[in-house]
């Protein structure tokens, strides 16, 4: 005869694996369907940066992953731990902006060969509403260098756990960070008028809750739950493209390089946060401060170095 002290526990153990069994159903996303890439933190502040005096023309030729990094295992060695389009992600920056007008010269190649098929054509076989002259190229005024300069893997990781008769829980997390470069070359005379450097933390975390222990003699109960949630290391690039951006812009305003349509706009709330992260870098030490373990991934931001 089982005594109730044991069927309770059996009942509460069956409990507590419905209850796990509930919640790992509940974690897994469905299907859905591709949709806009959703905005970063710095992107919205880059947009509600105050207009310029005038659009500045710029070209980007190459910005890329100089890092040489690949990724850890388990995932392939072959493929690189960060994208290689950072450049068109830096092209996106400057055009949401609304400070740049933004020029082909990456795939300067491809611009170049269908302008010689337009001019190949005989304008005979063409309609005159199809024949548009063509108009001559935009030279930029600067040039927009640079890339992804740094990817350190494990920068910081830890976890918590407990267990009491088999029934048990754990986290862990870890912390990667990514830098990137951006620097504004004059094209007149190849003088560097800025450089910023941003860096950003990809965040990931993982937790497990799992139950091993006999519910009566020779019957054994075993079962486990858990879930991850990885930053995107995608997003968290584009997010330190976007923040060296508006840095490199506030920095040109400081020191007369380009100039706001209206001058009394230096002291918008969009424009003051980006001056106070730059006084509070050349007041901080040398040596980035890390998070502590009570911040949130959304808490730490993007820091610029």
Same mark, same amino acid.
């Given at each position: 005869m089982n005594h109730p002290l044991h069927r309770r526990?059996?009942?509460?153990?069956?409990?507590?694996?419905?209850? %796990?069994?509930?919640?790992?159903?509940?974690?897994?996303? /469905?299907?859905?369907? &591709?949709?806009?890439?959703?905005?970063?933190?710095?992107?919205?502040?880059?947009?509600?940066?105050?207009?310029?005096?005038?659009?500045?023309?710029?070209? #980007?030729?190459?910005?890329?992953?100089?890092?040489?990094? *690949?990724?850890?295992?388990?995932?392939?060695s072959f493929s690189t731990a960060v994208t290689q389009g950072a450049g068109s992600m830096l092209v996106k920056a400057l055009l949401e902006s609304k400070w740049f007008i933004p020029v082909e010269r990456e795939n300067m190649q491809d611009l170049l060969t269908e302008r010689?098929?337009?001019r190949a054509i005989d304008p005979k076989e063409l309609p005159a509403q199809n024949a548009p002259p063509?108009?001559? %190229?935009?030279?930029?005024? #600067?040039? *927009?260098?640079?890339?992804?300069?740094?990817?350190?893997?494990?920068?910081?990781?830890?976890? &918590?756990?407990?267990?009491?008769?088999g029934i048990g829980a754990d986290t862990q997390y870890r912390m990667d960070q990514v830098t990137v470069?951006?620097?504004?070359?004059?094209?007149?005379?190849?003088?560097?008028?800025h450089s910023v450097m941003t860096t950003k933390t990809i965040f990931s975390y993982q937790a497990d809750t799992s139950v091993f222990a006999f519910v009566r003699f020779k019957e054994l109960l075993e079962a486990e739950v858990g879930f991850s949630q990885n930053e995107p290391a995608q997003l968290c690039l584009m997010d330190a493209i976007e923040s060296a951006v508006g840095h490199l812009i506030v920095?040109?305003?400081?020191?007369?390089?380009? %100039?706001?349509?209206? /001058?009394?706009?230096?002291?918008?709330?969009? *424009?003051?946060?980006y001056s106070k992260a730059q006084l509070d870098r050349e007041t901080s030490a040398i040596v980035p401060k890390l998070p502590t373990l009570t911040q949130s991934p959304a808490d730490e931001g993007v820091a610029r170095n």
């Open positions: 526990f059996r009942n509460a153990i069956a409990l507590l694996a419905l209850l %796990l069994g509930i919640a790992g159903c509940s974690t897994v996303t /469905p299907i859905t369907k &591709a949709e806009l890439t959703p905005p970063t933190a710095s992107n919205k502040e880059l947009r509600r940066l105050p207009p310029p005096k005038g659009k500045i023309v710029v070209a #980007v030729y190459n910005f890329r992953d100089q890092t040489g990094q *690949f990724k850890q295992a388990p995932d392939s010689r098929v337009i063509l108009l001559p %190229l935009l030279a930029a005024k #600067v040039i *927009f260098e640079g890339g992804v300069v740094g990817y350190e893997m494990n920068v910081r990781s830890g976890g &918590a756990g407990v267990k009491y008769l470069n951006l620097r504004a070359v004059d094209v007149n005379s190849g003088r560097v008028l920095e040109g305003v400081r020191e007369h390089t380009w %100039l706001l349509e209206n /001058p009394d706009d230096a002291n918008a709330p969009a *424009f003051q946060s």
